[in-house]
Nanobody
Framework: PVQLVESGGGSVQTGGSLRLSCAASGYAISTFVYMGWFRQAPGKEREVVAAVYRLGRGTSYADSVKGRFTISQDNAKNTVVLQMNSLKPEDTAMYYC?????????????????WGQGTQVTVS
Protein backbone atom coordinates (compact mmCIF):
# COMPACT_ATOMS: atom_id res chain seq x y z
CA PRO A 1 0.00 0.00 0.00
CA VAL A 2 1.00 3.59 -0.58
CA GLN A 3 1.97 5.54 2.50
CA LEU A 4 2.67 9.25 2.68
CA VAL A 5 4.29 10.60 5.82
CA GLU A 6 4.66 14.32 6.42
CA SER A 7 7.24 15.96 8.66
CA GLY A 8 8.66 19.38 9.35
CA GLY A 9 5.68 21.14 10.86
CA GLY A 10 5.92 23.21 13.99
CA SER A 11 5.45 26.63 15.51
CA VAL A 12 7.10 29.70 14.04
CA GLN A 13 6.81 33.44 14.31
CA THR A 14 5.41 35.63 11.58
CA GLY A 15 7.96 36.04 8.82
CA GLY A 16 9.68 32.78 9.61
CA SER A 17 10.21 29.71 7.47
CA LEU A 18 9.42 26.02 7.61
CA ARG A 19 10.27 23.15 5.31
CA LEU A 20 7.72 20.37 5.05
CA SER A 21 8.69 16.98 3.68
CA CYS A 22 6.50 14.17 2.43
CA ALA A 23 8.11 10.74 2.27
CA ALA A 24 6.36 8.17 0.12
CA SER A 25 6.63 4.44 0.43
CA GLY A 26 5.11 1.57 -1.48
CA TYR A 27 5.10 3.46 -4.77
CA ALA A 28 7.51 5.66 -6.68
CA ILE A 29 6.26 9.24 -6.66
CA SER A 30 7.57 9.67 -10.20
CA THR A 31 4.67 7.53 -11.37
CA PHE A 32 1.98 9.73 -9.81
CA VAL A 33 0.39 12.28 -12.09
CA TYR A 34 0.40 14.96 -9.39
CA MET A 35 1.83 15.41 -5.93
CA GLY A 36 0.24 18.11 -3.87
CA TRP A 37 0.16 19.88 -0.54
CA PHE A 38 -3.18 20.83 0.98
CA ARG A 39 -4.06 22.54 4.22
CA GLN A 40 -7.05 22.72 6.48
CA ALA A 41 -7.62 25.29 9.17
CA PRO A 42 -10.21 24.76 11.94
CA GLY A 43 -13.69 25.33 10.62
CA LYS A 44 -12.55 25.60 7.02
CA GLU A 45 -12.46 23.26 4.07
CA ARG A 46 -9.30 21.58 2.94
CA GLU A 47 -7.68 23.65 0.22
CA VAL A 48 -4.84 23.12 -2.20
CA VAL A 49 -1.65 25.00 -1.40
CA ALA A 50 0.70 23.79 -4.10
CA ALA A 51 0.96 20.94 -6.56
CA VAL A 52 3.51 19.60 -8.97
CA TYR A 53 2.82 17.79 -12.20
CA ARG A 54 4.58 14.57 -13.01
CA LEU A 55 8.36 14.81 -12.95
CA GLY A 56 8.24 18.51 -12.15
CA ARG A 57 6.92 19.52 -15.54
CA GLY A 58 4.66 22.09 -14.01
CA THR A 59 3.61 23.57 -10.71
CA SER A 60 0.58 25.35 -9.37
CA TYR A 61 0.16 27.53 -6.29
CA ALA A 62 -2.73 29.03 -4.43
CA ASP A 63 -2.78 32.79 -4.88
CA SER A 64 -2.34 33.26 -1.15
CA VAL A 65 1.07 31.54 -1.16
CA LYS A 66 2.53 32.57 -4.52
CA GLY A 67 5.99 34.00 -4.13
CA ARG A 68 6.33 32.60 -0.62
CA PHE A 69 6.00 28.81 -0.99
CA THR A 70 7.88 26.48 -3.30
CA ILE A 71 7.04 22.86 -4.04
CA SER A 72 9.69 20.48 -5.29
CA GLN A 73 9.94 16.79 -6.00
CA ASP A 74 13.00 14.61 -5.34
CA ASN A 75 12.46 11.35 -7.15
CA ALA A 76 15.73 9.84 -5.89
CA LYS A 77 14.55 10.28 -2.30
CA ASN A 78 10.90 9.66 -3.16
CA THR A 79 9.94 12.84 -1.36
CA VAL A 80 8.07 16.05 -2.03
CA VAL A 81 9.09 19.19 -0.23
CA LEU A 82 7.17 22.37 0.50
CA GLN A 83 9.45 25.27 1.38
CA MET A 84 7.43 27.93 3.17
CA ASN A 85 8.90 31.39 3.64
CA SER A 86 7.51 34.67 4.97
CA LEU A 87 4.91 32.79 6.95
CA LYS A 88 1.79 34.59 8.13
CA PRO A 89 -0.71 33.76 10.89
CA GLU A 90 -3.26 32.89 8.20
CA ASP A 91 -0.97 30.05 7.10
CA THR A 92 -1.76 28.27 10.36
CA ALA A 93 -3.35 24.93 9.51
CA MET A 94 -2.85 21.20 9.30
CA TYR A 95 -0.85 20.49 6.15
CA TYR A 96 -1.42 17.32 4.16
CA CYS A 97 0.58 15.66 1.44
CA UNK A 98 -1.41 13.96 -1.31
CA UNK A 99 -0.79 11.92 -4.44
CA UNK A 100 -2.89 11.59 -7.57
CA UNK A 101 -2.63 8.36 -9.50
CA UNK A 102 -4.95 9.23 -12.39
CA UNK A 103 -4.96 13.01 -12.64
CA UNK A 104 -8.12 14.98 -13.22
CA UNK A 105 -7.14 18.45 -12.11
CA UNK A 106 -4.09 19.17 -10.01
CA UNK A 107 -5.96 21.70 -7.87
CA UNK A 108 -8.94 19.46 -7.21
CA UNK A 109 -9.04 17.59 -3.92
CA UNK A 110 -11.09 14.86 -5.61
CA UNK A 111 -8.22 14.09 -7.99
CA UNK A 112 -6.01 12.82 -5.18
CA UNK A 113 -6.17 9.19 -4.14
CA UNK A 114 -3.67 8.99 -1.30
CA TRP A 115 -3.26 11.22 1.73
CA GLY A 116 -0.86 11.55 4.60
CA GLN A 117 -1.87 12.08 8.21
CA GLY A 118 -0.87 15.71 8.23
CA THR A 119 1.57 17.94 10.04
CA GLN A 120 0.57 21.00 12.04
CA VAL A 121 1.90 24.44 11.18
CA THR A 122 1.28 27.27 13.61
CA VAL A 123 2.33 30.85 12.89
CA SER A 124 2.01 33.49 15.59
Amino acid sequence: PVQLVESGGGSVQTGGSLRLSCAASGYAISTFVYMGWFRQAPGKEREVVAAVYRLGRGTSYADSVKGRFTISQDNAKNTVVLQMNSLKPEDTAMYYCAASKYGGGMNRREAYNYWGQGTQVTVS
